[in-house]
């Protein structure tokens, strides 16, 4: 009884699955921007910062993050509205801050653009002239 054969090679099976090259490709990220703002904290964010000053005075043997943030969590859940005020105000307080250097990084981003745009425009311009100029004193 004769085998059966493919006429499918092994390679070309490894090309059909799915995935195949990945990691040939390299995904395009976009870089960030370091001079971009950093997101405000939230109120919990605010808290915890002074919570964890507190929790290691206390507990100066404790290298877990995990602890402490555990017990962050439980001491947020615990505090009253009332005990919450400073830190959402602080918090808000950030995020008005935040808007604004957004806000100015943002038309600093548009003028930067606009700028090199105009940069580009002014040489194609200046190119165009010199060549101008090459033609009529070779008449």
Avoid: H
Avoid at 121 to 133: G, Q
Wanted: overall charge neutral; aromatic content about 6%; cysteine-free.
């Amino acid at each position: 009884m004769p085998k059966a054969t493919s006429t499918a090679k092994p390679a070309d099976n490894l090309l059909k699955r799915k995935g195949a090259g990945a990691g040939t490709k390299q995904s395009k990220k976009a870089a960030k921007d370091p001079n971009k703002p950093k997101r405000p904290p939230s109120a919990f964010f605010v808290f915890m910062a002074e919570f964890r000053e507190s929790f290691k005075k206390e507990n100066p043997n404790n290298k877990s993050v995990a602890v402490v943030g555990r017990a962050g969590g439980k001491e947020w859940k615990a505090l009253s509205e009332a005990e919450k005020a400073p830190y959402v105000a602080t918090a808000e307080k950030k995020k008005e801050e935040y808007e604004k250097a957004i806000r100015a990084y943002n038309i600093s981003l548009t003028e930067g653009k606009a700028a090199s745009e105009e940069e580009g425009s002014d040489r194609s311009k200046s190119e165009v002239n010199d060549e101008d100029d090459d033609d009529e004193s070779d008449e």
